[in-house]
């Protein structure tokens, strides 16, 4: 089901996009709204806390991927108009944001730095998913400012996540989905901080360079020309 949404959604938006015209700006994106994920599980908290914690941080886990995907899917299908510089103002400030680098999948297992690893990683997913929403509206209000463009080389394209474990999957499942869903983190947030930096060249940059207010204070005469004869001085 989930699969039809986005391909309806990628349909509907591929023909907005088309209907553009260069400069225009477009209608509200609507970006989907991403819901935060519940308290992330820590195994230096009691038993009881953990235990309750893991199922119900598991389980969320599957429609938080889902939802940033959809989300940054819509986001790459508009092209922003590197032409329109848009108005003079104040450059506007990308939200806190620090790119996922841990290891996790890397590190021996089971071992007290595994252990610890999975903690962070738990604890990064729950920062993000209070982040991300404010992090796609900064892309957002770029697109509505500049407009969008029928084509463009390069497209505001960020990586996905990938489907992460279920608590319903045997050990192997589980732990082949938990190794690829670090690497993908670490490849979505960086292919965003890299994305950032790319709009921020493009459009966001713009410095109001104020008025020129230096004057010309020589003034050459060149005389007449008359063919190819100067009859006046240079004075």
Do not use: C
Not at 35 to 46: G, I, K, M, Q, W
Not at 69 to 91: C, F, H, Q, R, Y
């Amino acid at each position: 089901m989930l699969l039809n949404t986005i391909t309806d959604a990628t349909n509907v938006l591929e023909a907005l996009v088309r209907g553009l015209s260069l400069g225009g700006n477009p209608p509200s994106i609507n970006i989907p709204i991403i819901d935060e994920l519940p308290v992330a599980p820590n195994r230096l908290t009691s038993d009881n806390t953990f235990i309750g914690d893991s199922p119900v941080f598991i389980d969320a886990l599957l429609p938080f991927t889902q939802q940033v995907n959809l989300a940054t899917t819509t986001l790459s299908l508009i092209k922003p108009n590197k032409w329109d510089m848009g108005e003079v103002v104040e450059t506007n400030v990308f939200p806190t944001f620090t790119t996922y680098s841990a290891t996790p999948d890397a590190l021996p297992k089971p071992s007290v730095q595994y252990v610890s690893a999975i903690d962070q990683e738990w604890a990064y997913f729950k920062t993000y998913s209070q982040g991300v929403n404010d992090y796609l509206s900064w892309f957002e209000n770029i697109l509505i400012e500049r407009g969008s463009v029928n084509s463009w080389s390069t497209s505001l394209n960020i990586l996905p996540l990938s489907n992460p474990m279920t608590r319903v999957m045997g050990g192997v499942d589980f732990n082949t989905k938990s190794i690829n869903l670090s690497e993908s983190l670490r490849n979505h947030t960086l292919s965003l901080q890299q994305v950032k930096d790319e709009a921020d060249s493009y459009f966001n940059a713009v410095i109001d360079m104020g008025l020129v207010t230096d004057v010309v204070d020589k003034v050459y005469d060149f005389g007449l020309i008359t063919d190819t004869t100067i009859t006046n001085d240079i004075g």
